[in-house]
């Protein structure tokens, strides 16, 4: 079975400043991992993705991710926040066992301030 | 090229009727993941369809199925519904080339269901 926590189900940031949200994994297989954002009344966009080409992942809107194996963590970044920002975020774990079926985080809400 | 789309986008239904959701996927696309998200429970996986056949099933009652079509089209259905039915249902699409579980899913807007 997979799991994926996020800690902090709503984070404040101020423009300008780093953005900093959690994810941590529990896989007992090779995972890949994903950030979808989610704006409101929409559906969810993808952020980035690590399938274990690369450990530092680069995606969409000035986001990357780090994966730390050891630490079963997959942390997402941002240099510096913008009010565009603003948006629930969710990581995702699957695995090739785990057939196409995503298991997601709870969530981070992000508020930024102006 | 056209993104997933759901119809309809807003739903109301009352407790004990029955009630159909419809996605396309991407052109292209032979995968259809179909996922429930509510405040309480979050998101959670329904089903996965492939080549018209369900492939993936996650842990919910049997009042829920779904099917595909021969054109990649999906539909999910609800009967007897309840009022912990009310949720954004989000359809999901991905390429699936190879049958691989790795494919990136890419979402549609969802359909909010509300059940009175």
């Known amino acids: 079975a997979q799991s994926v926590t996020q800690l902090g189900s709503h984070v404040s940031v101020s423009e300008g400043a780093l953005v900093l949200l959690r994810c941590n994994y529990s896989?007992?297989?090779?995972?890949?991992l994903f950030w979808y954002v989610q704006y409101p009344n929409q559906g969810l966009q993808l952020l980035l993705k690590?399938?274990?080409?690369?450990?530092l992942v680069k995606g969409i809107n000035g986001f990357e991710a780090e994966f730390k194996k050891s630490e079963t963590s997959f942390h997402l970044t941002k240099p510096s926040a913008h009010m565009s920002d603003a948006a629930e975020y969710f990581c995702?774990?699957?695995?090739?066992?785990?057939?196409?079926?995503?298991?997601f985080g709870g969530g981070t809400r992000v508020l930024v301030k102006p | 090229k056209a993104g997933v789309t759901q119809t309809p986008r807003y739903l109301i239904k009352t407790r004990g009727q029955q009630v159909t959701l419809s996605c396309s996927p991407i052109?292209?696309?032979?995968?259809v993941s179909w996922y429930q998200q509510t405040p309480g429970q979050g998101l959670q996986f329904l089903f996965e369809?492939?080549?018209?056949?369900?492939?993936n099933k996650g842990n919910f009652p049997g009042r829920f199925s779904g099917r595909q079509f021969s054109n990649s089209r999906s539909e999910m259905n609800v009967s007897t519904l309840e009022l912990g039915d009310s949720a954004l249902y989000l359809c999901?699409?991905?390429?699936?080339?190879?049958?691989?579980?790795?494919?990136?899913?890419?979402f549609g807007p969802g359909t909010r269901l509300t059940v009175l």
């Open positions: 999901a699409s991905s390429l699936a080339a190879s049958g691989g579980s790795t494919d990136t899913q890419y």
């Open positions: 896989s007992s297989v090779p995972p890949y």
């Open positions: 690590y399938t274990s080409a690369a450990t």
């Open positions: 995702a774990v699957t695995a090739v066992a785990a057939g196409n079926k995503l298991t």
């Open positions: 052109s292209g696309h032979r995968s």
């Open positions: 369809y492939f080549s018209e056949t369900q492939r």
